[in-house]
């Protein structure tokens, strides 16, 4: 069998045989009248994991951030983030669309903003400004290749931000990776925050969904904002039962996804045409920043993809490789050596 390596996300993993079961066999009810047991033993399950008071079951993670945004503002509102942050560059402006709030964004060092930053974006009450409602943060931090933001600095700005009467939200798309990646539990990353948002369809490797979690009424509030947004889903069950199966068998296991990019960061950290310091891949995502004046990233995603190995373009200058439960070492092995035969060809400096 010809083999084909998909580094392009963690998004692209199939349900394992077992999942597919446990899907198969789910027992199911009506989400939207609260009829379903396995949506509900999810939500229950993840909000003690985390530690808060409720969960809810979203089809995605941009419609988790979108929900949440939504149940802590009001129109006219503005939510601070980080300018390389998901819901600022990959959520089609759903705040503005969907919640009638201005998104702040700051300019971070490696996906985290100051304090200092923060305290001079927090408006202060006057008629022109809108309201500074809402800190939103992303750990791990997928622009900044995977980043474990450093827990006290996460601390300190939601410190910061409630002194100013602000909400938190956490964008924990990879909370687990960080979690796995740093020894410090899910629960304990975001207890500063008022609201959290939980892939399963991550490096967790469930086809479909995420949770939201939160104090029970800020819950109750997303579930009419998830309604409205056509996310009330029906016998949700059969989904749900593949994250249960995720969040239960698959987060130990994210330690392996983690050392198999730090080894392919090593191997292009010695290769023509690449800048990359292995040292900034702490989880599974590697971004492999092109050096000045080689081809452009454009070429090396067709090169790659003639050798049969997917990867993204990610801004200007780099490529993305993540590391997934659908990659073992064969396959690392295999898109190291189409790494290194398109480095051979394209890594020189053009003229
Ligand atoms: N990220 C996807 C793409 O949209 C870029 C990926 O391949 O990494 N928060 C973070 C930090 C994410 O990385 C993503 C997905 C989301 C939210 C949105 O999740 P989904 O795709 O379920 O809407």
Known sequence: MTMRVDLRSDTVTRPTTVMRRAMAEAEVGDDVFGDDPTVRLLEEETAAFLGK?????????????????????????EAICESTSHIFLYEGGGPALLSGVQLHPLAGDRGLISLEQLRGAIRAADVHFPVSRLLCLENTHNRAGGRVLPVADVEALTAEAAIHGLRTHLDGARIWNAAVASGIPEARWVSSF?????????????????????????????????????????????????????????????AEDHARARRMAAALAGLPGFAVDPAETETNIVVARLAPGVADPQRWVEALSVRSVAVVRFGPAALRMVTHLDIDDDALDFAVRAVREVAAELGRAQD
Not at 219 to 248: E, N, S
Request: hydrophobic share 40%.
């Open 194 to 254: 008022d609201s959290v948002q939980v892939c399963f369809s991550k490096g967790l490797g469930a086809p479909v969904g995420s949770c939201v979690a939160g104090p029970r009424d800020w819950v109750d509030r997303a579930r009419h904002y998830r309604k409205r947004f056509g996310g009330g889903m029906r016998q949700a069950g059969i989904i749900a039962a593949g994250a249960l199966h995720a969040l239960r068998h698959h987060r130990e296991r994210l």
């Open 53 to 77: 008071e409720a969960a809810l079951f979203v089809p995605s993670g941009t419609m988790g951030n979108q929900v949440s945004v939504a149940a802590h503002t009001e129109r006219g509102d």
